[in-house]
């Protein structure tokens, strides 16, 4: 990377995290039961994706929650009001690690972090290939 550096952007996805992405693909290993999450700790995962990427981690949250086991997903609205205790929570570090361990914990394989580095990496293909249209195919 240093080698290249002031060349213009980098799409070597060893270069950038997409934390958006990287996050929901963290969920997908995070079983939505109440067996497996409890209340609790679905508010803190609320906070961790708040601390990683603030406002914006509602939806991502709200989708994942709607997601989860028949009958105790209570409505946006319900899961916005529990989204203003999740921006309460400061602990939590702003690069996501703490949703990443939480993923490591229930898939030990970690085939989530596999799954996210490739389709990380296919976004930047699909984003080098934009801009070298953009450029008239240069």
Not at 109 to 132: G, P
Request: charged share 30%; glycine share 10%.
């Amino acid at each position: 990377m240093i080698r290249h550096a002031g060349l213009g952007l980098s799409f070597d996805p060893r270069d950038s995290d997409d934390i958006e992405l990287k996050i929901q693909y963290a969920l997908d290993a995070i079983p939505k039961s109440r067996s497996n999450i409890g209340y609790l700790d679905w508010v803190k995962i609320g906070g961790m994706i708040f601390c990683a990427v603030g406002e914006d981690g509602f939806d991502i949250w709200h989708e994942w929650s709607a997601a989860g086991e028949p009958g105790t997903y209570l409505g946006e609205e319900s899961c916005r009001d529990k989204w203003i205790e999740c921006c309460k929570f400061t602990e939590f570090g702003r690069d996501g690690a703490s949703i990443f361990m939480l993923a490591d914990k229930f898939d030990s394989r970690r085939v989530w972090r596999m799954a996210y580095a490739t389709a990380h990496a296919n976004q930047l293909r699909a984003d080098q290939a934009r801009c070298i249209l953009a450029r008239g195919g240069q």
